[in-house]
């Protein structure tokens, strides 16, 4: 079972940028597809990206488009969120997902982290 732990978020100002990151805490056999999600106070955790196990297939939120940029280094177990031209409806806590299905819909399989905070001020 993989666990997760995410770190990078921060308060940053509308327009600003920020990396998050999500690391694995060890390697596994298994390959498997990483996720972020994002939860804000009062609403449902939604999907924002995702990127295949290999790297070479992503998936984004129509509302991170052009925004956000997913990636990961298999070599050091890693994945990362950077996140460009934040506005305030970006605010949410952010949690990485580890799941060996491409199936996005679902929100509840597969491993998470424990979360982090990003906050973007107008």
């Known amino acids: 079972q993989v666990q997760l732990v995410e770190s990078g978020g921060g308060l940053v100002q509308a327009g600003g940028s920020l990396r998050l990151s999500c690391v694995a805490s060890e390697r596994t056999n298994n390959p498997y597809h990483m996720g972020w999600f994002r939860q804000a106070p009062g609403k449902e955790r939604e999907f924002v990206a995702a990127?295949?196990?290999?790297?070479?297939?992503?998936s984004y939120a129509d509302s991170v488009k052009g925004r956000f940029t997913i990636s990961r280094d298999n070599a050091k177990n890693t994945g990362y969120l950077q996140m460009n031209s934040l506005n305030p409806d970006d605010s949410a806590v952010y949690y990485c997902?580890?799941?060996?299905?491409?199936?996005?819909?679902?929100?509840?399989?597969?491993?998470w982290g424990q979360g982090t905070q990003v906050t973007v001020s107008s």
């Open positions: 990127i295949n196990w290999s790297g070479q297939s992503t």
């Open positions: 997902n580890a799941r060996s299905v491409w199936n996005w819909r679902a929100r509840e399989i597969g491993n």
